[in-house]
């Protein structure tokens, strides 16, 4: 079976500084994981995925997040958070069984104050 | 990102009755699938098409049904509504015409209450 977490339910960070937005999994082959972001009364826009290769994966709207294999985490990350960033973001793995399906986390409200 | 519609984009519905959510994408992808987002569990698939005619279920499929009889379009039902099924339901799509891992693109979503 595979899952991940969020561990945060609410992250706050000031405009400026950086954000961490943190996601663990557990698959029991090798994972392909995804963070997507959801801005109020929408849908949720792609971000970027790690499939193989660097353990830095760069995304939409200057976000990263960094793959570390012994510590099962997948972190989204940003340099300098911008108001705009406040939303719900969300980290999901694929199905291992080879069907194209994502489990998703419970999601982390990131809220930047001005 | 794809283009992806779902209607209605609001329902409110009585418990007992049949529900029919549709979505629409015009992309030519050949997956398609139905999530539902309550809080504290993220989104759950409910069920999933691979193809014309071809579905299959997911995490939390009692008391739903789908049909796929064109590639654009995929429909969720609820056959007899429970207060349980109030949800914000998602339409995504993916290509399914690559070996490669696929992004899935998701709709705007239905907001359904069951009274």
């Known amino acids: 079976a595979q899952s991940v977490a969020q561990p945060e339910d609410q992250v706050n960070v000031a405009e400026g500084n950086p954000l961490t937005v943190k996601c663990t999994y557990s698959v029991s082959g090798n994972p392909y994981l995804f963070w997507y972001v959801q801005y109020p009364n929408r849908g949720l826009q792609f971000l970027l995925k790690y499939i193989t290769g660097d353990n830095l994966v760069k995304g939409s709207y200057g976000f990263e997040a960094e793959f570390n294999k012994s510590q099962t985490s997948f972190h989204l990350k940003k340099p300098s958070a911008l108001v705009s960033d406040s939303a719900l973001y969300f980290c999901a793995v694929r199905d291992q069984t080879g069907a194209n399906n994502l489990f998703f986390g419970t999601g982390t409200r990131l809220t930047v104050i001005p | 990102d794809a283009g992806i519609t779902q209607s209605p984009r609001h329902k409110v519905t009585e418990t007992g009755t049949p529900v029919t959510l549709r979505c629409h994408q015009t992309e030519n992808h050949r997956y398609m699938y139905w999530y539902r987002q309550d809080p504290g569990h993220g989104l759950r698939l409910i069920h999933y098409s691979y193809g014309v005619k071809d579905t299959d279920k997911g995490e939390v499929s009692d008391g739903y049904s789908v049909s796929r009889s064109k590639t654009e379009d995929f429909l969720l039902t609820l056959e007899s509504a429970t207060s349980s099924q109030t949800s914000v339901y998602f339409c995504?799509?993916?290509?399914?015409?690559?070996?490669?891992?696929?992004?899935?693109?998701f709709g705007p979503g239905t907001r359904l209450l069951v009274l």
């Open positions: 995504a799509t993916s290509s399914g015409q690559t070996r490669e891992v696929e992004t899935q693109y």
